[in-house]
């Protein structure tokens, strides 16, 4: 930032008329034919003298620089006298037109003095060509003048080339600056969604309910772990659901080559199955009705013998639903659609439309008793394998993660 001035001075600018614009950097006298000197003595002259006006145009332009800036710092403490002494404080105004503050203008200016610089120049050739025959000039004194001339334009140029640079470099901070608040300000905004979709929304790790409010091929939730190699399981959960025809697909596990390994679905008019390796089981349970109902399925690949519970009680029973078949591991459990393809190939017609809770999965058969316990709210118990808890359950394309009633509203609901 600019110093500040010590208190009480302040700087007086005066505008001048434009004719007045030359008057720093006189032209060397023009010699005159007829003079007392001897012509080469004149010609001698001017050109010291020439050299002179260019030496001091270097120096100008070295020191411009400086004077840009330092200029610039006074323009804002600029108090500006009309020439009658009349002072006058004029506000957001240039008051300095000989040098702006704007650096494409200070180029232009640059220019511009260029421009004048070499029409002076040439302006002397032009009157020593009148006065003294050009051809006389020497070689060397020739050359040199173009030398001059050349090196002249070359620092005026480079001079506009360090400006432009600054302006550049200017803007690339300004750039980066801008780029490194939005980056830490994106990192701040993700951070505040994971924690209000993380456990900091819920009173408890498990007291939540996935919701999907539409019937679509892109609302799911997933379940981040996998399933080991199964001979047994029990997949226990609370749902609530009004759509028709069918409630679609609660849940899908699929594995490379396999993608109906287990699937619970209830679509069009058929009532609810239970898929697993592709065979097809009919489960007598009723659940569309738009209340909460606890459902458990228990199966086992001996005999492939299957249960099915709602509301704690015992509602059907089977064999020969794909006997000595063991689950495959490390496949994709997905809530609320049916997978075509491990992880995709969604449905919308298949899709579970509703909400869903405590979806929990064992490696064995659980006692009847203890699915009643589960039902009633007497017992929680977290599946083994897969345990109903937030930071498993990762929600998308418009899923939602809520708090959930607890065990005994959903069990009034029934």
Same mark, same amino acid.
Request: glycine letters at 8%; one cysteine or more; proline letters at 6%.
């Given at each position: ?18 004719? /007045? ?188 309910? #996935? ?20 001979? /047994? ?21 699929? #594995? ?65 639903? /794909? ?44 006692? /009847? ?34 708090? #959930? ?10």
């Amino acid at each position: 930032g600019e110093q500040e001035s010590p208190p009480g001075s302040r700087f007086v600018c005066t505008s001048l008329p434009l004719d /007045a614009a030359g008057a720093g950097c006189p032209l060397p006298p023009v010699p005159m034919q007829g003079g007392s000197l001897p012509p080469e003595e004149e010609l001698k002259a001017t050109v010291l003298q020439l050299r002179e006006t260019v030496l001091q145009q270097k120096e100008t332009i070295g020191s411009q620089r400086e004077a840009i800036r330092e200029l610039t710092g006074k323009l804002s403490r600029c108090e500006v006298t009309d020439g009658k002494g009349t002072w006058k404080k004029e506000k957001g105004k240039d008051t300095m037109g000989d040098l702006p503050r704007d650096p494409a203008q200070v180029i232009d200016q640059l220019s511009r003095t260029m421009q004048t610089l070499k029409d002076r120049l040439e302006n002397l050739e032009h009157h020593l060509r009148a006065n003294v025959s050009y051809a006389a000039l020497p070689n060397d004194l020739r050359e040199m003048l173009q030398r001059r001339l050349g090196d002249l334009e070359r620092q005026l140029l480079s001079k506009v080339a360090e400006l432009e640079d600054e302006k550049s470099l200017l803007h690339n901070e300004t750039s980066a600056h801008r780029q490194k608040t939005e980056t830490a300000l994106n990192a701040l905004l993700e951070r505040v969604s994971e924690l209000e979709k993380g456990n900091s929304a819920f009173k408890s790790p498990d007291e939540f309910k #996935v919701s999907l409010p539409l019937r679509t091929n892109y609302l799911y939730g997933k379940i981040k772990k996998t399933l080991p190699e199964l001979y /047994a399981f029990t997949v226990c959960l609370w749902l609530r659901s009004s759509a028709s025809p069918g409630i679609g697909t609660p849940f899908s596990y699929a #594995v490379p080559g396999q993608a109906n390994e287990i699937v619970l679905i209830e679509w069009g008019n058929n009532p609810i199955e239970l898929l697993i390796n592709d065979k097809v089981a009919q489960l007598p349970l009723f659940v569309s009705d738009g209340k909460w109902h606890h459902i458990c399925i228990t199966w086992t690949t001996r005999d492939g013998m299957w249960e099915a519970f709602q509301d704690g009680e015992k509602l059907g029973t089977g064999e020969n639903l /794909a006997p000595w078949h063991p689950i495959k591991p490390g496949g994709v459990l997905i809530l609320g659609q049916e997978q075509d393809t491990v992880g995709g190939r969604f449905d919308a017609t298949q899709a579970f439309v509703g909400e869903m809770s405590q979806f929990n999965i064992w490696d064995r058969v659980l006692k /009847a008793e203890d699915i009643m316990n589960i039902a009633n709210c007497s017992t929680n118990m977290p599946g083994n394998i897969i345990p109903w808890v937030d930071n498993n359950v990762d929600v998308f394309g418009g899923a939602t993660k809520w708090p #959930v009633e607890t065990c005994e509203e959903r069990l009034l609901d029934l």
